[in-house]
């Protein structure tokens, strides 16, 4: 999809840079001069996969297919386990942790042990529309522990790198309109929910998209991380890049990321605040 695509991997090759790959793994390069240039250029390929079952995968990543995903990815692992192993790829799972896939995570970790994985990612779900809220793991927080457990007891036999999110440690969490519901119901008023005490201070995993990473659109907009609907920071049709990189909206977010009053979405991000419970009142709901 990216035009002269073969000449920006010589630029990379000429200079000596390497190439990160994000991937959902349904479409791969087949035989060719250009998939063997791609593989010389690689330093990280992270798949991402939710559900370990073809019920499971197809539901959630719905036009992809499970079977041609996991040929796909089969195909790959092994190619890249012929290459010399000083000039192989790193190769990461993303999965994302939702009512529907949690089940399915020791699985997913027996399957990338075959495959030669480097490190699994878990992470959970942000509801950014209405529609997913039955999906959040806050609403069903022992029956995630259980399965957090023991895929953290497979992980653990089979040697496999994981990074997963914390335990919750209060099961009973209902939500407000639930427990407004409930009081009317029995003819009294609902008293407002304690909202937890947001932690400050630097989280387990630092953000590192404020400092060191960046995402250009196509149109030239500078905006600052992946999370759904993150704002554009600037464009750099109108502002060279350090005035942008520098500018009061990238100082304003540094400033408060890792204070009780984080800006826009950083009030919900799964890095600073690895689980929903860990979020507060607004958990990873936008």
Excluded at 108 to 124: A, C, L, P, S, Y
Excluded at 255 to 266: D, I, M, N, S, Y
């Amino acid at each position: 999809m990216t035009p002269r695509m073969s000449q920006k991997l010589e630029d990379l090759e000429s200079y000596g840079g390497k190439l990160e790959m994000v991937t959902n793994g349904t479409l791969m390069m087949r035989e060719s001069r250009f998939r063997e240039q791609l593989l010389r250029c690689l330093e990280l390929v992270t798949f991402s996969m939710d559900g370990a079952t073809r019920a499971t995968y197809n539901s959630v990543r719905t036009g992809a297919d499970f079977d041609e995903v996991v040929h796909n990815i089969t195909r790959f692992s092994e190619r890249r386990l012929e290459l010399p192993a000083a000039s192989r790829p790193k190769l990461n799972f993303n999965y994302i942790l939702m009512r529907r896939t949690v089940a399915e995570a020791p699985r997913f970790v027996e399957m990338v042990h075959r495959w030669g994985g480097d490190q699994i990612v878990f992470n959970h779900l942000v509801t950014f529309h209405p529609s997913l809220k039955g999906e959040s793991l806050n609403y069903c927080r022992a029956y995630a522990n259980e399965w957090q457990d023991r895929t953290r007891e497979v992980a653990k036999a089979l040697g496999v790198t994981i990074s997963i999110p914390p335990n919750f440690t209060e099961l009973d969490s209902p939500a407000p309109a639930v427990a407004a519901a409930a009081a009317g119901a029995a003819g009294g008023e609902a008293k407002p929910a304690a909202k937890p005490a947001r932690p400050c201070g630097p989280p387990p995993i630092r953000c590192w998209f404020l400092w060191q990473r960046i995402y250009l659109t196509p149109f030239g907009d500078v905006v600052p991380c992946c999370l759904a609907a993150m704002p554009h920071f600037g464009s750099l049709k109108k502002d060279t890049f350090f005035d942008i990189w520098n500018g009061p909206t990238y100082q304003s977010y540094r400033q408060h990321v890792f204070t009780e009053r984080p800006l826009g979405k950083c009030r919900t991000c799964y890095l600073i605040y690895p689980n929903a419970e860990l979020a507060g009142a607004e958990g990873f709901e936008y």
